[in-house]
C-alpha cells in the first residue's frame, strides 16, 4: 500500500491548516477598517460608482421594468421602514383623510406649483404591476397607480442646471442619539423621467394605505425599495445633493446606503 | 538546492525526485490569487446580507401570506418560552442555536442568521456588507472574463479543463484510485479534478455572476430574460445562495487535497508555477 499517502501526521496538519482558515474568519478582526469613519470603507465603496456607470450604459434610459400579470399578485405589499408617521404635521392631514394633503414641487423649476391628491388623480394615470424589491433581499409583486413624475416636471419646467429630484417626506426616523431625521431621498433625472416612474396614490386597487406611503409615494421601479420615497411632503429639483441632510443624497445614504441602488 | 525543496524532500512521501515541470502559466495565477481573495470577502460579506433577510424562496416573489420559503434561520420561541435558532429546509426545523438563527455568548445571544465570525463586518451591517460585496464582485467578475478569453484562447480550457473521451473512460480507475488515497502526481489534471474544475470554472462561477446580476432591479430592466432562465428573482437568490455552499465545499477538498498531495510543492507551483512530478510516472513517460 504504497500509494497510501494520509498518515497520521499529514491528517493533523491538515487539521490545523483547517483550524487556521477558522480563525483566520474570526471577521472582528477587519470591523476596524469597515466601520463608516474608515478610508478603506470609502475606497471600497468608490466601486459603487462604477456600478452607477456601467449600468446607466447598458440600460436603456427608457428601458422598462418587467411587469406582471394580475395573478400574480397574491399578498398585500409588504411594508416596511416607517409604516405609521407620528409626525404632528402628518397626523393633521391623516386626520381629514388627506383632503388637505398639498404636493408642492420647487427648487430648480420655472413656476414653484402644488397640487391637491384630487388633482393628482384627475391626471393621466400609469398603472403596473411590478415587483417591489426590497435592500434586505426580499420581493413583493403589487399593482401600483400614480401620476407619471414626468408630467409633474413638464407642468413645473425643469431648470437646464437641475441634475437632481429631491423627496421631502413626513415621515421621521428616529436615529437614537442625533434624534429623529425626517426622511428624504433623490434620484437622478434619468430615472426622474423613466415612464414607470409614478408619483402613486393607489396600490392593489386601493387608495394607497398609511403602511405603504399614504397620500403618495414615488415608484422607481429600477431600483431598491428604499429609494421609493413614502409620504411625500414636496419635490424639490436640485443641482446639488450637499445641502440635505449628511450629504448623500437620501436618508438611508447618510447612514451608509449606496445613493445609485439599481443593484 | 533550496530551503524548500530541502524541506519539501523530507516531507515528501516517496524516495526520489521527479522532474520540476512549468505547471501554471502566469494569467491561471493570477487569477487564482484574485478568486481565492475576492471569494474570501465576497462569501463573509454575502452572509452579512442574506442576514438582513435569512429567509430563501422559489420563485418571482418573497411569500409572507402564502408559503414558498425553502430555507430559514431564525430564532423562535418554543411552547415552554425557551429561544433557540431554528433553521428550516423545505419545511422541516432543526434546532441550531449557536450557529444558525440564533449565537454569540449564552447571557447575550444575538438573533441572526450566520454568526458574528462568519461575516463581515462582524456586527449587522447590510451597508456596509454590500460594499464590500460589490467591490470584490467587480474583481471577481473581471478575473473570470480575463481567464474565460485568455484560456479559451490558449486550449487551456479544452486541454487541460475539459474531460477527454480517454479521461472519461478512466473515471472508474481514477474514483477507486482517489477512494484509496492512491494519488499520481504527473502535472496533468486527472479526471476528478477535471470534473471539479471545470464544474467550478464553467458552471459554478458563470452561474454566481448570473444570478447575481439577476438579483439587480436596474439589470432585470435591461437583461429581463435572465429572469425567465432562473425562475424569478427569488430562485435567482436561492441558486446563488446554492452556489455559495459548492464554492465552499470545493474549497474545503481543495485545501484538503492540496494539503494531501504535498503542499509545498502544490503553493510553490500556483505561486511560482513550477511543480514537481512524480519520479515514477516521470520514468512511465520517458519509457
Known amino acids: 500500500m504504497s500509494g497510501f499517502i494520509i498518515n497520521r501526521r499529514r491528517?493533523?496538519?491538515?487539521?490545523?491548516?483547517?483550524?487556521?482558515?477558522?480563525?483566520l474568519s474570526g471577521c472582528d478582526a477587519l470591523d476596524g477598517f469597515l466601520s463608516s469613519q474608515s478610508p478603506v470603507r470609502d475606497v471600497l465603496a468608490s466601486a459603487n460608482s462604477l456600478t452607477y456607470r456601467v449600468q446607466r450604459m447598458l440600460i436603456d434610459a427608457d428601458a422598462l421594468a418587467p411587469e406582471f400579470s394580475a395573478s400574480e399578485v397574491r399578498q398585500g405589499q409588504r411594508p416596511n421602514g416607517s409604516t405609521d408617521p407620528t409626525d404632528a404635521d402628518y397626523l393633521g392631514l391623516k386626520e381629514k383623510q388627506f383632503a388637505d394633503y398639498r404636493l408642492t414641487i420647487g427648487g430648480l423649476v420655472e413656476k414653484p406649483l402644488s397640487f391637491s391628491l384630487?388633482?393628482?388623480?384627475?391626471?393621466?394615470?400609469r398603472t403596473q404591476i411590478t415587483r417591489h424589491d426590497c435592500v434586505e433581499g426580499w420581493s413583493c409583486i403589487a399593482k401600483w397607480t400614480g401620476v407619471p413624475l414626468a408630467t409633474i416636471l413638464d407642468e413645473a419646467g425643469v431648470k437646464p442646471q437641475a441634475r437632481f429630484v429631491v423627496f421631502h417626506c413626513y415621515d421621521s426616523m428616529d436615529l437614537g442619539l442625533s434624534g429623529a431625521v425626517r426622511y428624504y431621498e433623490s434620484i437622478d433625472l434619468i430615472d426622474a423621467r423613466h415612464p414607470q416612474t409614478i408619483l402613486a396614490y393607489g396600490c392593489n386597487d386601493e387608495a394607497l394605505r398609511v403602511a405603504n406611503g399614504a397620500?403618495?409615494?414615488?415608484?422607481?421601479?429600477?431600483?431598491?425599495?428604499?429609494?421609493?420615497?413614502?409620504?411625500?411632503?414636496?419635490?424639490e429639483l436640485a443641482s446639488t445633493l450637499a445641502p440635505y441632510g449628511s450629504g448623500k443624497g437620501g436618508f438611508w445614504e447618510d447612514l451608509g446606503y449606496e445613493w445609485y441602488a439599481g443593484i | 538546492?533550496?530551503?524548500?525543496?530541502?524541506?519539501?524532500?523530507?516531507l515528501t512521501h516517496h524516495g526520489g525526485k521527479g522532474k520540476v515541470i512549468y505547471r501554471h502559466r502566469i494569467a491561471t495565477r493570477i487569477t487564482h490569487w484574485t478568486w481565492a481573495i475576492a471569494l474570501f470577502f465576497l462569501l463573509l460579506s454575502g452572509l452579512q446580507i442574506f442576514n438582513a433577510h435569512p429567509e430563501l424562496y422559489i420563485g418571482k416573489q418573497s411569500g409572507f401570506e402564502f408559503d414558498n420559503s425553502v430555507l430559514s434561520m431564525r430564532a423562535m420561541q418554543a411552547a415552554d418560552g425557551k429561544i433557540d435558532g431554528y433553521t428550516t429546509i423545505f419545511g422541516q426545523s432543526y434546532r441550531t442555536t449557536g450557529i444558525f438563527g440564533m449565537s454569540g455568548p449564552a447571557d447575550n445571544p444575538s438573533y441572526r442568521g450566520f454568526p458574528a465570525w462568519a461575516t463581515l463586518p462582524s456586527y449587522q451591517d447590510l451597508a456596509t456588507g454590500r460594499v464590500i460585496h460589490f467591490f470584490f464582485a467587480w474583481f471577481f467578475v473581471a478575473a473570470f472574463l480575463v481567464w474565460f478569453v485568455a484560456s479559451l484562447i490558449s486550449g487551456h480550457i479544452s486541454r487541460d479543463i475539459l474531460p477527454s473521451r480517454a479521461d472519461i473512460r478512466g473515471l472508474p480507475k481514477s474514483l477507486s484510485d482517489h477512494l484509496r488515497f492512491r494519488f499520481h502526481h504527473d502535472g496533468r489534471y486527472n479526471v476528478l479534478q477535471k470534473i471539479a474544475y471545470a464544474g467550478v470554472l464553467l458552471v459554478v462561477f458563470p452561474l454566481i455572476i448570473l444570478t447575481g446580476i439577476t438579483m439587480s432591479p436596474g439589470m432585470n430592466a435591461a437583461w429581463p430574460w435572465l429572469l425567465d432562465v432562473f425562475g424569478g428573482r427569488q430562485t435567482a437568490r436561492t441558486i446563488h445562495f446554492v452556489c455559495m455552499a459548492l464554492l465552499v465545499a470545493f474549497f474545503l477538498i481543495h485545501i484538503f487535497m492540496v494539503v494531501a498531495a504535498g503542499p509545498l510543492n502544490e503553493m510553490r507551483s500556483i505561486i511560482t508555477g513550477w511543480y514537481r512530478t512524480d519520479p515514477e510516472k516521470e520514468e512511465e513517460h520517458t519509457a
Not at chain 1, 11 to 21: E, K, R
Not at chain 2, 5 to 10: A, G, L, Q
Open chain 1, 11 to 23: 491528517f493533523l496538519t491538515l487539521a490545523g491548516a483547517a483550524a487556521s482558515t477558522v480563525t
Open chain 1, 118 to 125: 384630487d388633482e393628482l388623480r384627475n391626471m393621466p394615470a
Open chain 1, 215 to 235: 397620500p403618495l409615494r414615488v415608484r422607481i421601479e429600477r431600483q431598491l425599495g428604499y429609494k421609493m420615497a413614502k409620504y411625500i411632503k414636496g419635490i
Open chain 2, 1 to 10: 538546492m533550496t530551503i524548500i525543496d530541502d524541506i519539501e524532500s523530507r
